[in-house]
């Protein structure tokens, strides 16, 4: 019997039919060589014969003494975990979409393990997908991209690989990621780090001098009054899921000719994306868009974890010019990360729980649209450098799969995979219409920045 930590049991408050709170991932598989085309029924045959389910996929809520806990689910049933199924004729990406599109809508269970894994056939091009979705509350985001990448091999002969839920467990007590979450934030602030009171002069100061510079300079004063937008209304259950890869030299070349980083380049195409599609929608605010980015501050010298912290930065999406709005967001996003340069991982984790506590309470409650404090999330989650196998089947993509929320519709992660850059947009069906558009203003974005560099 475990409790669930604050932060954890918050995952659970959240979750209503319009905002279901799992994460998810797409991973996209070639068949091996000389294998028949049946493989994929083979593999789901062997996949049902790992039945010891491992920590945390055996898990289960329960309730004792009026708190959750998780208990060891002693009746598991592996075949509603374990889906295999196959994509309606003529098996393209868009029927695969549409598929994690219709299942990332559905809330899951509480009476079993809070987690799925589908194995997908019918994909053409001997291809087959698998999309895994697990609830926030059982794992973080890191969490799920490190379970993934653990599955998976850099060896093309290696057979008899166990699924995600059969694992060994692998304790990793470094929990200094899990900062690149807003909840986990607010909720260190309220825990442990909140009676830390040594971070407190440097935070302070750090604060005011940030509410100092909002007040002289108008176009700051935006980080903490983000404009009302289409993204920030209330959802419903519905989600559409987009997903598309980019070639990460591109994107490098393009940051070398503008002396900008690849996540300045990648949130550039964020921003040129938002801005076509809400113009095309007519709802294009006047203000620009303000995206909570968390971004990575750890030091070469550095011999602690990852160190991530959460800024929130202008897109400039009243800027008419590509250039000029990378350019501006190279600017605030380096100017931010100086700001954390001199501060410990503690100090940097309480300074972002405090900045973002406005915007919690107003996602959390609606009650004070006055400080909706971000319009989008915008993460970059790195993945494998390396080409991946799964026994014996080559890994073509790995996408991530996020959660939408009220006053919160868009969410665009990215992960990096090998020589590739894969883009995961998740949204509310309803209240962002035909959202796989964006794809096609994402490759704009990029391609215009291409030009004007002569690239």
């Given amino acids: 019997m475990k409790p669930l930590s604050p932060t954890d049991q918050l995952f659970l408050w959240l979750e209503k039919r319009q905002q279901p709170m799992h994460v998810g991932g797409l991973q996209l598989f070639s068949f091996p060589e000389g294998v028949p085309d049946d493989y994929v029924a083979q593999l789901a045959e062997r996949l049902r014969q790992y039945t010891r389910v491992t920590p945390p996929f055996n898990q289960r809520l329960d309730y004792r003494f009026g708190q959750p806990v998780w208990v060891e689910d002693e009746h598991l049933d592996l075949e509603h975990h374990f889906r295999f199924q196959a994509l309606p004729t003529p098996g393209r990406v868009r029927e695969l979409l549409s598929f994690v599109s219709a299942e990332h809508s559905h809330l899951m269970d509480r009476e079993r393990p809070l987690w799925e894994f589908h194995l997908i056939e019918g994909l053409g091009e001997r291809q087959f997908a698998v999309y895994t979705k697990v609830h926030h509350a059982l794992v973080d985001g890191v969490s799920a991209m490190r379970m993934a990448t653990r599955m998976l091999c850099q060896d093309t002969g290696e057979r008899d690989m166990p699924p ?13 990621e899990s900062a690149s979450s807003l909840w986990r934030s607010v909720g260190h602030l309220l825990g442990e780090s909140g009676k830390q009171l040594g971070t407190v002069p440097t935070v302070a100061r750090e604060l005011l001098r940030t509410i100092n510079n909002a007040r002289k300079d108008p176009a700051y004063s935006s980080i903490f009054h983000a404009p009302r937008s289409l993204l920030n209304q209330k959802i419903t259950g519905s989600r559409r899921f987009a997903a598309q890869s980019y070639d990460l030299a591109r994107i490098k070349a393009v940051g070398a000719a503008y002396g900008a980083t690849v996540n300045d380049v990648v949130m550039a195409m964020c921003a040129s994306a938002l801005r076509s599609y809400l113009m095309n929608q007519d709802a294009l605010p006047e203000k620009p868009l303000i995206a909570m980015v968390p971004v990575s501050l750890r030091k070469d010298d550095s011999s602690g974890g990852n160190q991530v912290g959460v800024i929130l930065a202008s897109l400039h999406t009243d800027i008419p010019s590509p250039v000029t709005r990378l350019m501006q967001i190279h600017e605030d996003v380096k100017v931010a990360k100086e700001r954390y340069a001199h501060m410990s991982a503690e100090e940097i984790i309480n300074y972002t729980a405090l900045t973002l506590a406005p915007a919690a309470f107003h996602l959390l409650t609606g009650m004070a649209p006055r400080w909706q404090t971000f319009n989008v999330v915008i993460s970059n989650v790195l993945g494998p450098k390396e080409t991946c196998y799964w026994n014996g089947a080559r890994l073509d993509g ?58």
């Fill in 164 to 176: 995600i839920w059969a694992m060994p467990p692998r304790h990793s007590g470094n929990r200094e």
């Fill in 398 to 455: 790995m996408y991530p799969v996020s959660i939408a929320m009220d006053r919160l519709a868009l969410n665009m992660t990215l992960l990096s995979y090998g020589d590739q850059v894969e883009f995961g947009l998740i949204g509310c069906r309803r209240t962002l219409p035909s959202l796989q558009r964006m794809l096609d203003y994402l490759e704009e974005g990029l391609t215009d920045l291409e030009a004007a560099a002569g690239l």
